[in-house]
T-cell receptor, first 110, second 116 residues
Framework: DQQVKQNSPSLSVQEGRISILNCDYT??????FLWYKKYPAEGPTFLIS?????DKNEDGRFTVFLNKSAKHLSLHIVPSQPGDSAVYFC?????????FGAGTTVTVRA | GAGVSQSPRYKVAKRGQDVALRCDPI?????LFWYQQALGQGPEFLTY????????KSGLPSDRFFAERPEGSVSTLKIQRTQQEDSAVYLC??????????????FGPGTRLTVL
């Protein structure tokens, strides 16, 4: 059963605008949430995380929001840049184990 | 410093063949993980090592899958009698610490296995 879901397989955004990626989860035992970025033929690289006790974490152009009551998190990228074109995975942590969503492919148009 | 490396990067096997996939974690990293990523899906956990001890193999899909890390560094994922449904990218990740709490996992580039 999929405990982490990313329901939008793709997102196209103009350079300079905001990208919003969404993620839903079902297991209330998750204690950390992560976003990974993946380029073709490379492994996922860590982007940003949020603890389950927080509702927002910001790092430069990247902000993650967590709504525990809705079991929903989102990643905001502002402003979007061409180098942000990649697949973004949402992941949730239970102890050492990561559960990933299926990913959202982001394309930033010039 | 060097990241996680995996070899081979690509492997084509005929159905029924055995394959071995290698992972070289970041030097000194205690924890090592294997994930399977099917086409269009996110990575799925297979197994976890703390040093040479395999602490969790709950994600291995069948007894055809076997992983080892005999000296607590390099790990090998072996798949016996490969089937078409084994076609996927196999990702290895390592993290600096052990234990049951999360610490950042660093991923290798993966091995793409195609079973014909």
């Amino acid at each position: 059963d999929q405990q982490v879901k990313q329901n939008s397989p793709s997102l196209s955004v103009q350079e300079g605008r905001i990208s919003i990626l969404n993620c839903d989860y079902t297991n209330s035992m998750f204690d950390y949430f992560l976003w990974y970025k993946k380029y073709p033929a490379e492994g996922p690289t860590f982007l940003i995380s949020i603890s389950s006790i927080k509702d927002k974490n910001e790092d430069g152009r990247f902000t993650v929001f967590l709504n525990k009551s809705a079991k929903h998190l989102s990643l905001h990228i502002v402003p979007s840049q061409p180098g942000d074109s990649a697949v973004y995975f949402c992941a949730a942590v239970n102890d050492y184990k990561l559960s990933f969503g299926a990913g959202t492919t982001v394309t930033v148009r010039a | 410093g060097a990241g996680v490396s995996q070899s081979p990067r690509y492997k084509v096997a005929k159905r029924g063949q055995d394959v071995a996939l290698r992972c070289d974690p970041i030097s000194g990293h205690v924890s090592l993980f294997w994930y399977q990523q099917a086409l269009g899906q996110g990575p799925e956990f297979l197994t976890y090592f703390q040093n040479e001890a395999q602490l969790d193999k709950s994600g291995l899909p069948s007894d055809r899958f076997f992983a080892e890390r005999p000296e607590g560094s390099v790990s090998t994922l072996k798949i016996q009698r490969t089937q078409q449904e084994d076609s996927a990218v196999y990702l290895c990740a390592s993290s600096r610490l052990g234990g049951v709490s999360y610490n950042e996992q660093f991923f290798g580039p993966g091995t793409r296995l195609t079973v014909l």
